[in-house]
Structure formats: structure tokens, C-alpha cells
């Protein structure tokens, strides 16, 4: 079966080609038949969809650059698929108003390497979940991996009916990340039972892990036949690792990591965890909500501390596990390994070009990422029409490579990235991968239909279609029409400060989106941004050695005919200095600019506000960044999309107790049995495709 490709600027009268995408994930599915592949290019979809063939895979081809959020009027779920031997990878899911995240009720579904995060914010007396492998219509062997889950249920609150990851069929969890949640990291209930949970890292959450199995579908008996193993379950509020309901007793404990919770274990059936490690896990940075680095310090207790058996091969990042198994979702590896620790990225060589633009110059900025081996960083070169610009050493976190040159205005050029340093060492696999080519402000994924990649040498031999991954010592290209180059360039005028802001918005009445960048009050830019997140980059001269402002004002909120204009902001860089919308020195003054009614920072820019970065000092150094330097940014790891609903932590009465402080595990069984947990309603809750 042919692929179908998913895109915000296609429409579902199409046919779903490359050429003529659909423009909802829906309209493919119901095009999909088994086998097929359905890739679903960056930008934002609206949720409250189903989906039901089955044998699909559902990919978002950038990690996360799909991403599926509330629409105007809320939804139940933000996607809910029945279809069996489905997978769905990659996508980032936001919205306060979705109960449940990514549902899905099919045999052998899979749900990987996504990320679900602020929903479930305003329930009242039902109950929801992040990820939610449910056994209601028969489905089993669901798995659930790779994730990253948090900040589901209301904020501030212990509660027993929202949770991270909810499983109630047969299968695996593995190596997800779940934390910052009112609920359990991971629940299992319902007809749970022969789960193979392993490798997965549960923090700040009101309990770590709910064992159990009640209020049954098809399937009557216990929770029994559990596989707990390699997991770290880390400074929760309540339970670390409990057991409830109807359990068996050949659930097995062994070999985790489980400290500073209220209370570590609770078991029933008179079970015992084996191996249990009771130690700080030691973080390379624990920040409890979320920002930290939750990869293992050197001298973390839980280096080669897992048990081999049930453990994946691969670790959250897709980093090989080797030798002795680590806990936790992800595997140590040495500074000099390659791993999560790597030799910082070399500052790529300055273009042997000017730095201030003249007619017809232009800026082109490579986000890109790789993997070390023998200590030694993925190396590339760029080109335009076969001819280097500039080069740049990728380390592990994703950033933007920035290089000016000069190009002729007004016809096409081949801008071309090119790997030159592709080996292994000792086991350990030196990749590139190139997430995202812009220039002259327009975007492109490397599997854009423009985009090509020449195996080997760049000879025109073994010319494939674009892929991120940079095996081979080969070279991405990028067939840039004349549209790319117009004459007087794009370059920013010169400036010894440089700011980027990547943000993308909705329309309104054919209107995009408009933001002014002020810097202490005073306008230095402005732009329009559409449904694709993209780099808008300005110039100007600050007083070096002095602490500043940089301000995102959003001026033309509104909606009309039902369609709500917003703007997005995921990422301000400051000479190199990257903040995301969320960060510690980000706030958000609603209304006027005038310091009244400001709260913490936020990606969604609703009321009409500006997200102020106070930049400290060091940041505005004598001599600033210029062009050919990298940027300290990643697309790859674009914040919060919030909805305008307002959070409310409301819980049903049943359960009042236990919502508001940490409290028996009987009460919190009562509560379960009163609200039936997660209230489903699975008869009338699926909205119609969308």
C-alpha cells in the first residue's frame, strides 16, 4: 500500500501524495489500508479525532513536530484509535481541555516516542489519562513506549482519577518518562495483567506505580503475571510503588531504584521486591517539574544496576543499552562514550564572507544534532552549488548552525549539507541528523519534496529521497527556487546584538498572527507567523555588559467567524542564549505591557500579551555573537501549546480527600470504587473525525 502524507497546507479533498497531501489524519486514515505508512509533516492539528483501520503506522515525521492540540470549542480526546496493529509515533499532544491523549483499544498497537503533556486540566468528577491502552473492546499486547508524559490533571493537586500512563490490557511499558502529574505515573487497572513493565522513570507524581485490577471488561481475573523491573520511581508524593485492588501473586519486583517517596513499596500477597536500590538516582539536573536532565551522573547507584531480563535494547533516546543493564529509562554512557554526555559541539567556522549583509546576501541555518564515537562529534560541511560556506560539529542536543554568505538574487541554488566524518568505533555508531534547513527565512524538513539525499560522494550517483539521518557519508540537498533568494536578500540589518524568536500561529479571516520584538519597551522588529514554526531573526545594537528585556508582543488577537487567531511562541535565542517559553527567567504580562496581571511565562500567547526574557548581563558580552555561530536551539524541543481554557481544580466529592492531601491507600481504593476512576463513557465520548 502506497504512503500518505498528512500536512496543514493540504486539504481532504486531495489525495493524500506528497504532492497532494490530506489535510487531517483522519481523512487518511480512512484512505489507509494495511501496510500503509501515513507521515504527517510539522505544524498543528487539531485534535478530537478517531481512527480505525487497521495495520497503519501514523508518524510525524519530525519528532514532535506534529503537534495535536484543543480545538476552539475542546474535545474528549485529543486522538482515539481502534484499529489493531497500529502505531503511532512521534507526535506532541497539549490541550487542558482533552480528558485522555493518545487512546488507543486495538490489539498490538503501539504508542512511541511522543510527548503528552498539559491536558486533563479542568476535570470535574471524571477521570482522564495521558496515554491510555485500554482493554474495553478486547484489545491486547498494547505497548506503550518511549514517551515523555507530564504535567496531566490539575495542577497542585493529588488525585486518584488522572493519570500519566493508563494501562488495562496485556503488553509493555518501556523506557517512558513520566512526571509532574496529580495522578499515578503508571496505572495499571481494569483487566490489566501479563505486563512487562521496565525501564521507565517516574518522578513527582502524586503516586509512582498502581498495580492492580477491578471493574473488569473481558477478562475477570487478577492483576497477576506483572514484570516490574529497571524502573526509577523517585520523590513522589504518596506511594512509590503500590499494589490495589485484585492482585495475583506472581507479580515480581526486582532490581529498581525506589527513594524519597512518601512510601516505597506497598504490597500485597505477602510479595517482596528483590533487589531494590534505596539511593538518590543522582540526576545529571533534577528539577522536580520538569527543564531538569533526568540522564544518570556519573556515580549514579543505578548504572549497571537493571536486570538484563525484559530490558529493551535500545534505551528513551534510542542509545544502545550495553554491557550491564542501567535503571531507568535512560542508559549512562561516559563523556568518552559518545553518549549523554558528549564533547561539547565545536563553534562551526566562521563563512569566509561578511558578516554585514550586503545586496543579495543571504542566511542559512541548519538545525542539526548527532551521536559521538570515540569521543569524537559528527562533522559536517556546508555547501551551496557544490561549494563550502562554512562547517559545524554537532553534539547530542539538537542546535542552529547559522552561516552567511553571498548568493546571487533571484535564481535557484543547491544549498547542500554534507557528512564527512560518518564511522564506528568500538561498538559506537557516529551519526548526523539534520532536523530542519532554513533560508532566507523558509523552512524545510529534510523530507520535503525539494529536498534529495546523494549517497556517498556527491556525484549525482544513488540519489534518494530526503531523510534525516546522515548515513553514509552522504549529502542532504536542497533545491531552493529563485523565491529563496530575492534581490536585497533577507539578511537583518547589522546590529552587535542578535535575537531569534521561532513562532508559529493560526489565521483569523485570512489574517496571520503579527508580533512585535521590543527590546527595554522599544520596538526593534516585527513579524507574521503562520501555521509552521519558523526562525524570525533581527538585529539591533544593546549597551554591552548590561542586563536587558527582549520582548514577543502579540498585537492582533481575535476571532472571527469562529476561527480564533493565535500565536505561538516556542523558543527566544539571545546571542546564543536559548529560552524556552517556560523557562524560570520568561514571564508573561497579559493586556497592555505595563506590569499588572503577569504571570509565569507560556508558549500560547493569548490577551493580546507580551512574554518578557529578562536577559542577564552576561548575555550581551562586548562582543556579541555574529554570524556562523551556533545558537543554542532546539525545534526539536518546542514548549507548551496551552488552550484559553481556564485550569480548574475541581475533583469529584468521592474523592475530596484524597485530592487534597496524601493520604491511606484504602481511601484512595474507596475513592477509585466511587468515581469508577476513569468514568469513561465509552459508548458516547468519540467525536467525529476532525
Not at 563550502?388 to 542552529?400: N, S
Not at 507567523?529 to 531573526?537: I, P, S, V
Amino acid at each position: 500500500m502506497a504512503d500518505l502524507y498528512v500536512s496543514t497546507s493540504g486539504s481532504d479533498s486531495g489525495n493524500g501524495t506528497k504532492d497532494s497531501p490530506f489535510r487531517t489524519i483522519a481523512k487518511a486514515s480512512q484512505a489507509a489500508g494495511n501496510g500503509t505508512t501515513v507521515h504527517v509533516a510539522p505544524g498543528t492539528y487539531q485534535g478530537g479525532f478517531s481512527t480505525s483501520a487497521n495495520g497503519v503506522t501514523y508518524v510525524s515525521d519530525t519528532k514532535y513536530g506534529a503537534k495535536i492540540v484543543a480545538p476552539s470549542g475542546g474535545a474528549d480526546m485529543a486522538w482515539s484509535n481502534s484499529g489493531s496493529n497500529v502505531t503511532i509515533d512521534g507526535f506532541e499532544v497539549s490541550g487542558s481541555s482533552f480528558r485522555i491523549g493518545l487512546y488507543t483499544t486495538g490489539s498490538n498497537s503501539v504508542i512511541e516516542n511522543s510527548k503528552v503533556h498539559d491536558i486533563g486540566n479542568n476535570l470535574s468528577g471524571t477521570g482522564g489519562a495521558g496515554i491510555y491502552a485500554d482493554s474495553y473492546r478486547g484489545g491486547t499486547n498494547m505497548t506503550i513506549q518511549n514517551n515523555e508524559v507530564y504535567n496531566v490533571g490539575p495542577s497542585g493537586t493529588n488525585s486518584s482519577l488522572v493519570h500519566a500512563i493508563y494501562h488495562s490490557s496485556t503488553g509493555t511499558i518501556a523506557n517512558n518518562l513520566v512526571y509532574d502529574n496529580a495522578g499515578v505515573g503508571i496505572h495499571l487497572w481494569h483487566d490489566a495483567h501479563n505486563l512487562t513493565i521496565v525501564n521507565n522513570t517516574a518522578f513527582n507524581n502524586y503516586m509512582g506505580a498502581w498495580i492492580g485490577a477491578d471493574e473488569h471488561y473481558t477478562y475477570s481475573g487478577a492483576a497477576d503475571n506483572i514484570k516490574f523491573a529497571n524502573n526509577i520511581v523517585y520523590d513522589n508524593r504518596a506511594y512509590g510503588v503500590a499494589e490495589g485492588g485484585t492482585t495475583g501473586t506472581h507479580n515480581t519486583y526486582t532490581n529498581n531504584l525506589v527513594y524519597d517517596n512518601s512510601t516505597d513499596f506497598r504490597l500485597q500477597n505477602g510479595l517482596k521486591a528483590t533487589g531494590t536500590i534505596a539511593a538518590d538516582p543522582k540526576f545529571v539536573k533534577y528539577v522536580a517539574d520538569g527543564g531538569g536532565d533526568y540522564h544518570l551522573a556519573a556515580g549514579s547507584p543505578a548504572i549497571n544496576a537493571g536486570t538484563s531480563a525484559n530490558a529493551p535494547t535500545t534505551d528513551m533516546s534510542g542509545a544502545s543499552r550495553e554491557g550491564a543493564v542501567d535503571i531507568g529509562a535512560y542508559e549512562y554512557k561516559s563523556s568518552t562514550s559518545g553518549g549523554n554526555s558528549p564533547t561539547t559541539p565545536t563553534t562551526p567556522t566562521t563563512p569566509t564572507t561578511p558578516t554585514s549583509p550586503t545586496a543579495g546576501s543571504s542566511t542559512i541555518t541548519v538545525n542539526a544534532s548527532g551521536n559521538a564515537a570515540g569521543g569524537v562529534n559528527a562533522h559536517f560541511n556546508l555547501l551551496v552549488d557544490g561549494k563550502k560556506v562554512g562547517e559545524g560539529v554537532a553534539g547530542t542536543t539538537a542546535k542552529d548552525y547559522t552561516f552567511k554568505t553571498d548568493l546571487a538574487a533571484g535564481q535557484a541554488h543547491k544549498v547542500q549539507v554534507q557528512y564527512d566524518n560518518d564511522g564506528t568505533v568500538n561498538g559506537q555508531d557516529r551519526n548526523l541528523y539534520v532536523n530542519k534547513i532554513t533560508i532566507n527565512g523558509h523552512a524545510v524538513n529534510p523530507t520535503d519534496s525539494i529536498v534529495s539525499y546523494d549517497k556517498g560522494a556527491l556525484d549525482g550517483q544513488d540519489v534518494v529521497k530526503g531523510q534525516s539521518g546522515m548515513w553514509w557519508n552522504g549529502t542532504l540537498a536542497v533545491s531552493a527556487d529563485k523565491s529563496f533568494f530575492p534581490a536585497g536578500g533577507t539578511a537583518p540589518t547589522a546590529g552587535n546584538s542578535t535575537i531569534t524568536v521561532n513562532a508559529s500561529g493560526n489565521a483569523a479571516g485570512g489574517v496571520n498572527a503579527h508580533f512585535n520584538l521590543l527590546v527595554d519597551g522599544k520596538k526593534v522588529g516585527e513579524g507574521v507567523a503562520g501555521t509552521t514554526a519558523k526562525d524570525y531573526t533581527f538585529k539591533t545594537d544593546l549597551a554591552a555588559g548590561q542586563a536587558h528585556k527582549v520582548q514577543v508582543q502579540y498585537d492582533n488577537d481575535g476571532t472571527v467567524n469562529g476561527q480564533d487567531r493565535n500565536l505561538t511562541v516556542n523558543k527566544v535565542t539571545i546571542n546564543g542564549h536559548a529560552s524556552n517559553a517556560t523557562d524560570a527567567n520568561v514571564s508573561y504580562d497579559k493586556g497592555a505591557l505595563d506590569g499588572q496581571d503577569v504571570v509565569k511565562g507560556q508558549s500560547g500567547m493569548w490577551w493580546n500579551g507580551t512574554l518578557v526574557v529578562s536577559a542577564d548581563k552576561s548575555w550581551f558580552p562586548a562582543s556579541a555573537t555574529t554570524a556562523g555561530t551556533a545558537t543554542a536551539q532546539s525545534l526539536g524541543d518546542q514548549t507548551d501549546v496551552w488552550t484559553h481554557v481556564a485550569v480548574q481544580n475541581v475533583e469529584h466529592p468521592a474523592i475530596a480527600a484524597v485530592d487534597t492531601q496524601v493520604t491511606s491507600a484504602e481511601s484512595y481504593d474507596h475513592g477509585m470504587d466511587a468515581a469508577h476512576l476513569l468514568a469513561l463513557h465509552h459508548d458516547t465520548h468519540l467525536s467525529s473525525a476532525a
